[in-house]
C-alpha cells in the first residue's frame, strides 16, 4: 500500500475512533454499533484501497487530500448506521412451525407480526396477500375477539388452499360459544380492497378495519413450480403472471417490446448494471426466434456475466434481478402497491394498523414514501399533530422510533428486517423488510 493510502487509512481509523466516542455522538440501542466496528473497519480499508489507485492522477490526489475526512466520516456512518433495526425478539420456530405450509416452510417474519397486532383489538382484519394463510392463521388464534375476516390472493392456487385452511379454523371455533367470527376469502387483488371490504359489510368502510397485512414476498408454492416460470433454477415457460388469467406474459415482453422498454425495465425494475447488454443480446435473440422459456433466458444471462466477478453466484444474482424486473414489469406490482397502500390506510378506523413485509428496495422504497406522504396529506377529523402520540405505544417495546404527522403515525422510522435464528433457518427471509403505520 502506498503512503498515501497509509495516510488515509489512519486518518480514517482516527475518524473511526472519534465518530464512536465522541460524546455528541449517540445512537439506539447503545450496542448495536459497537457490533459494527470491525465491518467499519472494513469499509475503512476497502475505501482506502480504493483511494491508493487514484494516486497515480496528480489532480485526483490533490482532490482526494481535501475530502478524505468527510468521506471517510460519510462510509463510517453508512457501515456504522445501519437503516433498519433487526429484530431482538424470541424465533419460536416449534410453535411457529404448525403455521407453514409445510414442514420446512414459516411465515416471514411471523412472531414480529404478531407482535404489531397484539396490543390491538382486532374485531376486524384483513389479510392482502393470503398466501398459504400461514399469518392469517396465527393472527386469528391470536385473536378470539375477531368477529370479520377478510383474506385477498389472486393466485388461485394459494386462494384455493388458503381458504381450505381458513374455512377449516372457523369450523373448529364453530364449536366455541363466544366465537363470532365470520371469514370472507376472495380471489382478487389487493388493488379491490375498497369494494371488497364494503361487498362482505359497507358498514365497515364507515368504521373501519383495525388491522390491516400486506406479505409483499411470493410464496414457496410459486417459487418452486416450474410452470410458473418465476425460478432462476428451474426450466419453464416464459410466464410470470401471479394473476393466470392476465394476458401480459414475461415472453411477451422480451420478444415483442420496444429495445427501449426492455431497457427500462432492466434498468428501472432490476437496478440492473449491466442492462444496455443484456437488452441488446434480447433484442437481438429475437432474429434468431427469440427467448421462449427460462432456461433460454438464463443462458442469455449467462453468455453476458461469464468472465466476470461472482462466478456463478454472479450470473445467478444478475439473473434474479433481471427475473425480478420481468415479474414486476408483467404485473404491473410498483404502481399496484402505491395505490393500494393509500387505499388501505383509508380503510383503516381510528388506532388501526398496517404492516406491510417487502422484500427488495423498490418495494420498501414506496412503502416507505408512501407512508410519509400519507401522514403529510391525510387528515381524519381536520385537525393533527406533527409528534406521535407516546401513551397508544409506551408498553410496545418494538417500537423504537416513530414518525407522528397529521392523520397517523409511522411506527418504524426504520424497518424492522428478521432476527438472526430466522434467517439462519430461512435464507430467502434476509432481505424481509417490515414497516407500520397506525391511523390516529
Same mark, same amino acid.
Given at each position: 500500500?502506498?503512503?498515501?493510502?497509509?495516510?488515509?487509512?489512519?486518518?480514517?481509523?482516527?475518524?473511526?475512533?472519534?465518530?464512536?466516542?465522541? %460524546?455528541?455522538?449517540?445512537?439506539?440501542?447503545?450496542?448495536?454499533?459497537?457490533?459494527?466496528?470491525?465491518?467499519?473497519?472494513?469499509?475503512?480499508?476497502?475505501?482506502?484501497?480504493?483511494?491508493?489507485?487514484?494516486?497515480?492522477?496528480?489532480?485526483?490526489?490533490? @482532490?482526494? /487530500?481535501?475530502?478524505?475526512?468527510?468521506?471517510?466520516?460519510?462510509?463510517?456512518?453508512?457501515?456504522?448506521?445501519?437503516?433498519?433495526?433487526?429484530? /431482538?425478539?424470541?424465533? /419460536?420456530?416449534?410453535?411457529?412451525?404448525?403455521? *407453514?405450509?409445510?414442514?420446512?416452510?414459516?411465515?416471514?417474519?411471523?412472531?414480529?407480526?404478531?407482535?404489531?397486532?397484539?396490543?390491538?383489538?382486532?374485531?376486524?382484519?384483513?389479510?392482502?396477500?393470503? *398466501?398459504?394463510?400461514?399469518?392469517?392463521?396465527?393472527?386469528?388464534?391470536?385473536? %378470539?375477539?375477531?368477529?370479520?375476516?377478510?383474506?385477498?390472493?389472486?393466485? %388461485?392456487?394459494?386462494?384455493?388452499?388458503?381458504?381450505?385452511?381458513?374455512?377449516?379454523?372457523?369450523?373448529?371455533?364453530?364449536?366455541?360459544?363466544?366465537?363470532?367470527?365470520?371469514?370472507?376469502?376472495?380471489?382478487?387483488?389487493?388493488?379491490?380492497?375498497?369494494?371488497?371490504?364494503?361487498?362482505?359489510?359497507?358498514?365497515?368502510?364507515?368504521?373501519?378495519?383495525?388491522?390491516?397485512?400486506?406479505?409483499?414476498?411470493?410464496?414457496?408454492?410459486?417459487?418452486?413450480?416450474?410452470?410458473?416460470?418465476?425460478?432462476?433454477?428451474?426450466?419453464? %415457460?416464459?410466464?410470470?403472471?401471479?394473476?393466470?388469467?392476465?394476458?401480459?406474459?414475461?415472453?411477451?415482453?422480451?420478444?415483442?417490446?420496444?429495445?427501449?422498454?426492455?431497457?427500462?425495465?432492466?434498468?428501472?425494475?432490476?437496478?440492473?448494471?449491466?442492462?444496455?447488454?443484456?437488452?441488446?443480446?434480447?433484442?437481438?435473440?429475437?432474429?434468431?426466434?427469440?427467448?421462449?422459456?427460462?432456461?433460454?433466458?438464463?443462458?442469455?444471462?449467462?453468455?453476458?456475466?461469464?468472465?466476470?466477478?461472482?462466478?456463478?453466484?454472479?450470473?445467478?444474482?444478475?439473473?434474479? @434481478?433481471?427475473?425480478?424486473?420481468?415479474?414486476?414489469?408483467?404485473?404491473?406490482?410498483?404502481?399496484?402497491?402505491?395505490?393500494?397502500?393509500?387505499?388501505?390506510?383509508?380503510?383503516?378506523?381510528?388506532?388501526?394498523?398496517?404492516?406491510?413485509?417487502?422484500?427488495?428496495?423498490?418495494?420498501?422504497?414506496?412503502?416507505?414514501?408512501?407512508?410519509? /406522504?400519507?401522514?403529510?396529506?391525510?387528515?381524519?377529523?381536520?385537525?393533527?399533530?406533527?409528534?406521535?402520540?407516546?401513551?397508544?405505544?409506551?408498553?410496545?417495546?418494538?417500537?423504537?422510533?416513530?414518525?407522528?404527522?397529521?392523520?397517523?403515525?409511522?411506527?418504524?422510522?426504520?424497518?424492522?428486517?428478521?432476527?438472526?435464528?430466522?434467517? +439462519?433457518?430461512?435464507?430467502?427471509?434476509?432481505?424481509? +423488510?417490515? @414497516?407500520?403505520?397506525? @391511523?390516529?
Amino acid at each position: 500500500m502506498s503512503s498515501h493510502s497509509i495516510t488515509a487509512a489512519t486518518a480514517a481509523a482516527a475518524a473511526v475512533k472519534q465518530l464512536l466516542f465522541h %460524546p455528541s455522538f449517540t445512537l439506539s440501542p447503545l450496542h448495536c454499533y459497537r457490533r459494527q466496528i470491525s465491518s467499519s473497519l472494513l469499509a475503512v480499508a476497502s475505501y482506502s484501497t480504493t483511494l491508493s489507485a487514484s494516486t497515480r492522477n496528480k489532480k485526483k490526489l490533490n @482532490r482526494k /487530500d481535501n475530502s478524505v475526512t468527510g468521506t471517510s466520516r460519510r462510509v463510517l456512518i453508512d457501515s456504522v448506521v445501519k437503516r433498519r433495526t433487526r429484530s /431482538d425478539k424470541k424465533f /419460536d420456530e416449534e410453535s411457529f412451525r404448525q403455521f *407453514g405450509d409445510t414442514e420446512s416452510h414459516i411465515p416471514v417474519m411471523l412472531g414480529e407480526v404478531l407482535e404489531v397486532f397484539d396490543s390491538r383489538k382486532l374485531q376486524t382484519f384483513v389479510d392482502c396477500t393470503l *398466501g398459504a394463510a400461514g399469518h392469517s392463521s396465527a393472527i386469528i388464534q391470536a385473536h %378470539p375477539e375477531m368477529q370479520s375476516y377478510v383474506g385477498l390472493d389472486f393466485d %388461485p392456487v394459494a386462494h384455493e388452499k388458503a381458504k381450505a385452511k381458513i374455512d377449516s379454523i372457523q369450523t373448529s371455533m364453530s364449536h366455541d360459544s363466544t366465537s363470532n367470527l365470520k371469514t370472507h376469502t376472495f380471489l382478487r387483488n389487493f388493488k379491490n380492497i375498497k369494494s371488497t371490504i364494503s361487498e362482505v359489510d359497507e358498514k365497515l368502510l364507515t368504521s373501519g378495519i383495525d388491522g390491516i397485512l400486506m406479505d409483499l414476498g411470493m410464496s414457496s408454492m410459486q417459487v418452486n413450480n416450474a410452470k410458473r416460470g418465476f425460478s432462476v433454477l428451474c426450466d419453464g %415457460p416464459l410466464d410470470m403472471r401471479m394473476d393466470p388469467q392476465a394476458s401480459l406474459t414475461a415472453e411477451d415482453i422480451l420478444n415483442l417490446w420496444p429495445e427501449a422498454e426492455v431497457g427500462r425495465i432492466l434498468r428501472d425494475y432490476g437496478e440492473e448494471n449491466n442492462w444496455r447488454s443484456l437488452q441488446k443480446r434480447i433484442v437481438k435473440a429475437r432474429l434468431t426466434g427469440g427467448l421462449h422459456s427460462t432456461s433460454e433466458l438464463v443462458d442469455l444471462i449467462r453468455s453476458c456475466t461469464s468472465g466476470g466477478k461472482g462466478g456463478r453466484q454472479g450470473w445467478i444474482k444478475t439473473a434474479t @434481478r433481471v427475473f425480478q424486473a420481468l415479474r414486476i414489469a408483467v404485473n404491473d406490482e410498483l404502481k399496484t402497491l402505491e395505490a393500494s397502500l393509500y387505499d388501505c390506510f383509508r380503510c383503516l378506523a381510528p388506532g388501526g394498523r398496517l404492516a406491510v413485509i417487502s422484500f427488495h428496495s423498490l418495494e420498501d422504497r414506496i412503502v416507505k414514501q408512501t407512508f410519509l /406522504d400519507i401522514i403529510k396529506s391525510v387528515s381524519v377529523d381536520g385537525s393533527g399533530s406533527a409528534s406521535p402520540d407516546l401513551k397508544n405505544v409506551e408498553n410496545e417495546p418494538w417500537i423504537k422510533q416513530m414518525i407522528g404527522g397529521v392523520g397517523g403515525t409511522i411506527l418504524t422510522k426504520r424497518p424492522i428486517t428478521p432476527s438472526q435464528d430466522e434467517e +439462519k433457518l430461512n435464507v430467502r427471509c434476509r432481505s424481509a +423488510k417490515l @414497516r407500520v403505520i397506525q @391511523r390516529d
